[in-house]
């Protein structure tokens, strides 16, 4: 299966999390919920997180990001800036690929990555996202539908609906802003923007498996405790 995609208006990615059979049963509607960028939400889009009951907001974009494009959140949910990346624009600079990038979200920024899983162990509805919410937030996703025992075939499927959400006015809405900042558009760079290919993410995850032995041997060896683990189960499946 993959995440039930939610029509927030504002958004074209956003997602809940409940529904994935996990170990002891499954993961509860209502509690996780994965997106793109919060920055174009309208009156109506705010309104419909505060119906979700979302209290805190996990922002994965890094500070040139978030800068110019604030998340516009209900008065009732806390936005708690968390990057993953020091500097994004280095990645686009160094002309990486979807597989090299993917791969390397998992192998070098374990750290950030862990520590955004530990966060959503805490009580409350939480959304977490970065830009397009198919990279850093697919990798969070994955990370924590992993650790609770989603089977691997359906946390890489769920990485891949992105692609399906993003192609369209999404697409040409951020070429345009990508064309305005006087970056060249290369095949590469669109490719970073919205492709979500199943292969990248089931590369990245057997180079976890290969270094660490499970991604709960890679979320341990990134400062996720067990107890955590079981704190996020407690929060997430029921």
């Known amino acids: 299966m993959?995440?039930?995609l939610l029509p927030i208006e504002?958004?074209?990615?956003?997602?809940?999390?409940?529904g994935f059979r996990a170990d002891g049963g499954r993961t509860k509607p209502g509690v996780l919920f994965r997106s793109d960028a919060l920055a174009a939400l309208s009156d109506?889009?705010?309104?419909?997180?505060?119906?979700?009951s979302v209290a805190?907001?996990?922002d994965l974009r890094d500070d040139a990001e978030r800068g110019p494009l604030p998340d516009l959140v209900p008065d009732s949910a806390t936005v708690v800036p968390h990057p993953i990346f020091p500097d994004v624009s280095e990645h686009i600079s160094a002309q990486l690929d979807i597989f090299a990038l993917t791969e390397m979200l998992y192998l070098e920024h374990g750290d950030t990555l862990a520590s955004a899983v530990t966060m959503l162990a805490e009580p409350g509805a939480t959304v977490f996202h970065c830009t397009a919410g198919k990279d850093r937030t697919g990798a969070v996703a994955a990370l924590t539908l992993l650790a609770l025992g989603v089977d691997r075939d359906d946390v890489m499927h769920d990485y891949a609906a992105s692609e399906q959400n993003l192609t369209g006015e999404w697409r040409a809405k951020n070429l345009e802003l990508i064309r305005h900042l006087g970056i060249e558009v290369t095949p590469s760079l669109e490719q970073l923007l919205v492709a979500t290919p199943i292969e990248a993410i089931d590369r990245a995850l057997t180079a976890v498996e290969n270094r660490f032995g499970s991604v709960r041997d890679y979320?341990?060896?990134n400062g996720v405790d067990d107890a955590t683990v079981e704190r996020l189960h407690a929060q997430v499946v029921e």
């Open 56 to 58: 805190r907001v996990i």
């Open 219 to 221: 979320l341990r060896a």
């Open 10 to 18: 504002g958004t074209y990615n956003f997602r809940d999390l409940g």
């Open 2 to 4: 993959i995440s039930a």
């Open 44 to 52: 109506r889009g705010r309104q419909q997180l505060a119906e979700l």
